[in-house]
Each structure stands twice: as C-alpha cells, then as structure tokens.
C-alpha cells in the first residue's frame, strides 16, 4: 500500500516513462502518438461502415455505438494483455533503477488514460454534432473513472501474475480475442433473449457500458454503475492482496 | 546534519530458480558450492524448486564518511549487496538500513533510450533517478562540458558509438549530489583518458557524498577512492580490513 502511493507521488517519474514507452513505440514516425487516435478511428470506421451494411443499420448511428464502445474496451484490453506484461518490459529499469515498483504500473495507467481520453473526445464531438443533445459530462467522467480504477486493478494483478508465471502474457491476446466477439461492442442484444446471458455475466459488458451509454446518450439503468464499482472494488482487492504478498519478491522474478 | 548510515543486519537473499528444464533440475539436485557464484540449494523437501544463496547472513554497518570497497570473485555477491543497500531488492531474511539520498550508479546506461537524442536522455535519466526540473537544467552545461560531445548531443543516441554512451552516461549518473554513493564495478571501462577523467568527476561526485560503498577488483580504484575493504565470497562477508600496506596481505 505504502509502495503503491509512494510510487503515485512521483508524478514527473511515471509521466517520464510513460513518454518513454510512446517514445519507442513511434520513434521516427511522423504522427507519433497520433497514431493511437488515427488507428482507433479508421478501424471504427472500416467496422462501422462494414457491419453497419450487414445489420441494417443506420451509419451514423452504429459508428457511435462502436466508436463509443471500442474506446473503453480498447482501454481495459491493453490493461490486461500490457499489463500482464508491465513489469517484465521494465525489468531492465526495476534491476537497475531504485524506484517503487508501482511507477511502472501508475505509467501504463497514465498512458493508457491519455490515449482512451482522446479517443473519447473524438467521439463525443462526434455525438453531440449528429444527435444534437447535451453531454451528460458527469456519468461519462463516473464512467471512466470506474475504468480507470478496473484497469489499474487489473494491470497490477496480472502484472505481478505475469512476471511470475510468464505464460500468462502470451496467453492474455487470445482471450481477450474471443471477448472482444462475445461481449456486445460489435453488436447488440436487439431481443435476442438467448444472447443475454453473454451481457448479464460479462464484466467486460459493464466497463464499456459505463463509458458508452453516456457517451452517445443513451439511458443506462442505475444497475450497470453498481455492478462496475463493484468489479472495480473486487479488482482493486484482489489487486492489493496479490501485490502485498509478491511486491517485495517480484523483482527477484524479473 | 541529516543521520547518513547504512546498515545491514544478518541479510540473506535467496533467488529462486524459475521455470528449470529438467537438466538443470538434475544439477540443483546436487546441492553445489561452485567456485563462482553463491550457492545453489534445493528448498526444503519442495522437488524442483530451487534457489541460489546470493546473500548469506550479512552485517555490515557504514558510518557517514567511511568509503567501502567491495571485493570478491565474479558472482560472490557483490552487485547483489549494492542492490540491497539501494533498495532494489528486499533480502529474504534480515533487517536493512539505508538513511540519506542515494545515488546507484550500479549500470549507468540503464533506462537511457536509444531512440532519444544526447539532450533528451538527460531529461529521461535525470528524471529516473529522481532529480529536480532544476537540477537537470543546471546540470546540462556541466555534463556538455564533461561529455565533449558538442552536437552531438541533439543527435539520437544509437548513432553514437559506445564509448561516447558511455561518458553521456556516467556524466548523467554523476550528475546529482546525494548523500550515499554506490558503485558497481563499471568504472574501469572506456578509454584510457575518459578514466583519469572520469576517475577526477568521481573524485568531486564523491566528495561531498556521506559514504560510499564501491564493487571494484581493481587495486587502483580502492587506493584512489576507499578506506576500508569488504571481502565477500559465497555471499559471506570473509573479513573487513583498512586499507594500507601491501595488497598482497588483503587476500
């Protein structure tokens, strides 16, 4: 617990790394981190554009509902498959650099914060231009608040379990595959009532509809908000006992 | 006057030996002392997991001013100390220490950023060791002076060769005023002139430092910077002496 708020407090330390780790990502190329926003929203739209032919559906509309959802997903999905990974990457700063191991972690978070804001921005520039209606700002915040907590919960949990059992970062992109097509971002439950248990029990379906619903104005019901505090709590629990048992092991992992 | 000591007390560290293949397994079987390295052990009655003794029962005790050399064969433990004393790793057992801002100089390229110019990378490694806005900026015209590296320092620093890495580096690593220098064994590296000035910038990084403890092989190195000699092989301290007389009578 101390670790993870002494790592917090060294603000200019994880913003460092984390320009450090887009500073690989897109050395040399001329967008640089743009690339993040640029890729989000020709993918949104190739998607859009293919299965808004193949389920009927009004473009403008669907591009919303996918663009409004594929940004949070976006956000958790690299907090597992990144995360699980956080401090095997850094291992070479962790042996070398004395520092709290949890900067590693609050860098990914920033990171991560950074490139899904933008791509919320976009979206919500783009709802309030076709739909015409008033941001509800403050459950879309709630919203991704709640995502942000999740996320920094999950890449701590499997963060500390990757280092220790690497099989788990190559197995992370597979799974989070086959969420990505059972979890409603492509498409929706339109009364298929024999689908709904895909909706119900999925977590995944919670984090994206606290940011989405909000996002292009849609109702959400009061229920969605508790069961994503709940696994927001739920991660962050598992998380702090996870990291309490291993953090002081974990660098010998690496 | 801020308290500077360090201080160890009976620590021992164990690494274990993850994801062995079967040879390997055979070998820890055997339960070896080697000639190099700390021991590797069997934990107890646990098949299969194993781990190496890097660290066995240290206490050691550095007072402000004292400047400790550390001595001992490739593996005997040495860098794992340092890394201790920085907090880097928490020992298994035992009780450590550590009272004033410490400087490791333990890898100096470490964290620098290939694809980042000279200028950058003191921003990016001055940063990482936890030092100011300020004390980067009013460092840049100290390390442009010590590196000689003129233009250079706007181009990226995979263009440069390794010994020119090598002084960014260190001038970066040197950069700061900390009360508690640690050093592993590098800075006998690079040419013969960026050593007598890079053994002068130590000189004055030392200087006004609290205590230093440095992992050196080196006879020089001890006499230049050092009072006192630790031994350390298998991870034990063997004896502390003073440094004087011949080096013959250290071993």
Redesign the interface.
């Given at each position: 617990m101390n670790n993870l708020v002494e790592g917090l407090r060294?603000r200019?330390?994880w913003m460092?790394?984390a320009k450090?780790y887009q500073?690989?990502r897109f050395?040399?190329s001329l967008l640089g981190e743009h690339w993040d926003l640029l890729n989000y929203v020709l993918t949104v739209t190739a998607l859009g554009y293919l299965f808004s032919v193949l389920f009927h559906r009004d473009f403008a509309e669907y591009w919303l509902y996918l663009a409004g959802g594929f940004a949070p997903w976006l956000f958790v999905s690299a907090a597992l498959t990144e995360g699980s990974n956080v401090f095997v990457r850094n291992a070479?700063?962790?042996?070398?650099?004395?520092?709290p191991v949890s900067v590693y972690v609050w860098a990914l978070v920033w990171k991560l914060v950074r490139i899904s804001a933008f791509q919320i921005f976009v979206v919500a520039a783009v709802s309030i231009w076709i739909k015409s209606f008033s941001l509800a700002l403050l459950p879309l915040c709630a919203g991704f608040v709640l995502v942000t907590i999740s996320s920094f919960a999950l890449i701590l949990l499997f963060g500390v379990i990757g280092a220790?059992f690497?099989d788990v970062i190559h197995f992370m992109p597979n799974i989070l595959r086959g969420a990505f097509f059972l979890t409603p971002i492509l498409w929706t439950l339109d009364r298929r009532e024999e689908l709904r248990w895909l909706v119900d029990y999925n977590p995944f379906f919670y984090l994206i509809e606290v940011v989405r619903a909000p996002l292009i104005g849609e109702t959400i019901q009061a229920g969605a908000y508790l069961v994503a505090v709940v696994i927001a709590l739920v991660g962050m629990l598992a998380a702090m006992l996870v990291y309490a048992l291993a953090h002081?092991?974990l660098?010998?992992?690496l | 006057m801020t308290d500077i000591r360090i201080e160890l007390d009976n620590v021992s560290l164990a690494f274990p030996l993850l994801g062995l293949r079967e040879q390997a397994k055979r070998t820890v079987k055997r339960a070896l002392t080697l000639g190099v390295g700390g021991s590797i052990r069997e934990s107890n009655g646990k098949h299969g997991k194993a781990s190496i003794l890097a660290l066995d029962q240290v206490t050691l005790k550095v007072a402000r001013g004292e400047r400790l050399a550390l001595t001992g064969h490739n593996g005997a433990g040495k860098s794992t100390l340092l890394r201790v004393i920085a907090g880097i790793y928490s020992p298994t057992s035992g009780a450590v220490i550590c009272r004033g801002s410490v400087a490791a100089l333990l890898n100096p390229a470490a964290g620098m950023q290939k694809y980042a110019t000279g200028y950058e990378n003191i921003w990016i490694r001055g940063t990482l060791q936890g030092m100011s806005k300020d004390e980067i900026e009013n460092s840049i015209a100290d390390i442009e002076n010590f590196t000689e590296l003129g233009e250079y320092l706007n181009l990226p620093i995979e263009k440069y060769s390794s010994g020119m890495r090598l002084r960014l580096a260190f001038a970066i690593a040197t950069a700061q005023r900390p009360e508690i220098v640690l050093i592993d064994e590098w800075i006998n590296a690079g040419d013969q002139r960026f050593r007598a000035k890079a053994r002068e910038r130590l000189q004055g990084f030392i200087g006004t430092s609290g205590a230093l403890v440095l992992a050196t092989h080196s006879e020089k190195v001890i006499r230049t910077f050092c009072q006192k000699i630790v031994r350390v092989d298998h991870g034990r301290v063997q004896w502390v002496k003073p440094v004087a007389g011949k080096e013959a009578q250290w071993d």
């Open positions: 060294m200019r330390r460092m790394l450090i500073g690989r050395q040399r070479s700063f962790a042996r070398e650099i004395p520092m220790r690497r002081r092991k660098v010998y992992w | -």
